[in-house]
Each structure stands twice: as structure tokens, then as C-alpha cells.
């Protein structure tokens, strides 16, 4: 969907294509866009198929550069958040083209950022400055990369929280889901951190010194980002690292249990595969109910047998992660107390 737009008074305008006032600068706002539309604005202003290409293509990273027709292409990587999506955020390519008195944004997504300046959420937007224009969006990308970065966290933390509980492999993809937008977070944040390193000495667009600190205190609120980002990230991979063991450590528990197990019923199977056909089986001139009795006390036998040896398992496990939360000075005092308590005994006998 190609929207035109133009500035009174420091509020965007929307207004019809015939409708142009050709004095004013124009902001194409160019979303969603569609294969007609894209041919539409290269056949107009002359756009080269490539960089058309570039803007459509997700894994684009900043850049800027000139045209052959006269124009500069500026390509600056924004935060995008998809509910429906397998990985909820993520970063998309917004091309920005300057060209005589116009500026055109092309995106093959909706994004949060552009629309927000049609929105009039964003303050001292002057259209009439193209360069200072380029600068905004890149500040308004910073931030929503950090308030993307801070649902991120708090999604995680709540996922962490169920996991506690019981561990499911809903939580475990959401969490590979996250982990994924981060490592895309990282990538694009460093890319505008290029790009903006570059804006301070091009000379394709005329920065003036306001500009120029504007440039600045945008790339402090990068790094800031990219730390954030970092940070988020090796908690993430830390918390699977853990997680993963805790799902291997409760896997062993499980096959030690099923090993005992296993143990108990393989006295009981070797005496019924001894006894086949060609062999007597005990108890078998007996009456028809004793040799149900004796399988049933059997049965019991090893079942009150399993028990014992799972409950022993359970004690010893017990007592060891005891003794692991115990600290130094209290198993002093444990040694101690127990030593008296020898002493004791031995008065006593």
C-alpha cells in the first residue's frame, strides 16, 4: 500500500496522488507493498531493480549508497513484532530513497516505526530535512528495539517460571523462539551501529552540525541496545544450558528406577522361562487355587521388594542434595554432634 504524505504546520497530511502540492517536500510511504507497486515507483522515479531487491530481501543489513539516477538509497534495519509468527520478533529492512523533493520508505512488512510518524507520535519531525528525517527513524528504532528487548526479558522470566514447575516442549520452542529474536536483535543493532558510524563522515548527504550530534546521542542509545541485547542473550543460553541438564538429570533418575526394576522382575522370568514345556512345573499336582496363591505372594514379594529399593534410592538422593545445600561450618558442627553422640553410646554399653 503506497501512502502519500506531506507536512502543515509539523503534522503529516495525508493526501491523494492528483492532490500534491508540488512546492512541499513528499513522503511516500511505501508498506505492504506489492509487486505492481514496487514496478509503479521504479518506473516513476527511476530506481534501479537491484536495490528494489535489497529492500524486499529480509536478510538486507545497512547500507548507503548512491544511484545511477541521482537518488541515495539508505537501508536501516527496524524491530518488527508478529503474535502469529514462529519467532515473535524479529528485524526487517526499511529502505529509505532520497531523491529532489522527495522521500520515499519502502518495507515489504508493516512497521511499527514508519507508522508511527504518520501517526504524528513522534515530536520535531521537520519533512523539510531529509537528513535530520533518516536520523529520527534510526532513533525511533533504537528505542523500540529496547522496549522490544524488555518484553523479551519479561517473557522469558514468565517461562522460566512455568518450566519450574513442570518442563513441556510448548515452553522450550517459545524459548528457542526468543533466543532466536535476540541473535536477529544483535545482527541489525550492529548494523545500524555501521551505518551510523558512517553517516558521520559521508559525504552523499549533507549532515550539519545538529545532525551530527544527533548521530551521536543515536549511536549511544545503540551501543546501549547492543549491550542489552548481549546481555538478554548469554542469559538465555545459560538458562537452556541448565535446563537441558535438569531434563538429562531427571531422565537418569528415571532410567535408574526402571533399571531397578528391571532387576527385581528378572529373578521371577528366569524361573517361567526355565519351567517350558518340556520341564514339570512345581505345584502342579496341587489344587487349582494353590499355585495362584503362591504366583500372588510371589508378585507381592516383589513388589514390596521394588518399593524398598526405590524408597532407599529416594533416601540416599535425599541426603545428598542435604548435604550439598549444607554448608562448611555446619558440617563441623554435624561431624561434632555425631562424634558426641558415639561417645555416649559407647558410656551407655
Known amino acids: 500500500m503506497i501512502t502519500y504524505w506531506q507536512q502543515d504546520n509539523g503534522q503529516f497530511i495525508k493526501t491523494k496522488k492528483e492532490k500534491i502540492n508540488e512546492s512541499l517536500p513528499l513522503w511516500i510511504d511505501a508498506r505492504n507493498v506489492t509487486r505492481d507497486e514496487t514496478t509503479e515507483l521504479q518506473n516513476e522515479y527511476q530506481i534501479e531493480n537491484d536495490h ?21 538509497l539508505t537501508i536501516v534495519r527496524v524491530p518488527v513484532y508478529d503474535p502469529a509468527a514462529e519467532t515473535p520478533y524479529f528485524a526487517v529492512p526499511v529502505g529509505i530513497i532520497l531523491k529532489k523533493n522527495t522521500i520515499i520508505t519502502i518495507c515489504w512488512t508493516d512497521s511499527e516505526v514508519i507508522k508511527d510518524f504518520g501517526a504524528n507520535r513522534i515530536r520535531n519531525v521537520r519533512l523539510t530535512d531529509f537528513p535530520s528525517f533518516i536520523v529520527q527513524i534510526l532513533n525511533r528504532a533504537n528505542l523500540n528495539f529496547l522496549r522490544y528487548l524488555k518484553e523479551i526479558n519479561r517473557r522469558s522470566t514468565s517461562i522460566q517460571n ?5 518442563i513441556e516442549n510448548k515452553e522450550i520452542m517459545l524459548m528457542l523462539g526468543l533466543e532466536k529474536s535476540l541473535v536477529y536483535f544483535t545482527t ?22 545538529d545532525d551530527i550530534d544527533f548521530v551521536e546521542g543515536v549511536a549511544i542509545d545503540n551501543k546501549q541496545a547492543i ?36 532387576l527385581v522382575m528378572m529373578a521371577p522370568t528366569f524361573v517361567t522361562s526355565f519351567f517350558g514345556m518340556n520341564y514339570k512345573l512345581p505345584f502342579e499336582n496341587l489344587p487349582g487355587y494353590i499355585p495362584i496363591i503362591i504366583a500372588t505372594l510371589l508378585c507381592l514379594i516383589s ?9 532407599i534410592n529416594r533416601e540416599t ?33
Open 188 to 209: 541489525s543493532l550492529k548494523s545500524n551501529s555501521l551505518l551510523l558510524q558512517k553517516m558521520k563522515t559521508t559525504r552523499l548527504i549533507k549532515f550539519d552540525d
Open 162 to 166: 512455568e518450566m519450574r514447575l513442570e
Open 317 to 349: 538422593m535425599h541426603t545428598r542434595k542435604l548435604a550439598k545445600k549444607l554448608t562448611k561450618s555446619q558440617k563441623r558442627n554435624l561431624k561434632k554432634e555425631t562424634k558426641k553422640l558415639k561417645k555416649q553410646e559407647k558410656k551407655f554399653r
Open 52 to 72: 528494489i531487491l535489497d529492500i524486499l530481501d529480509p536478510d538486507e543489513l545497512s547500507r548507503m549508497e548512491e544511484g545511477d539516477s541521482g537518488y541515495i
Open 227 to 262: 549491550e542489552m541485547a548481549d546481555t538478554y542473550t548469554n542469559i538465555l543460553f545459560g538458562v537452556m544450558d541448565a535446563y537441558s541438564s535438569v531434563i538429562s538429570n531427571n531422565l537418569n533418575v528415571v532410567m535408574k528406577k526402571l533399571a531397578i526394576i528391571n
Open 303 to 311: 513388589v514390596f521388594i521394588c518399593t524398598w529399593l526405590l524408597n
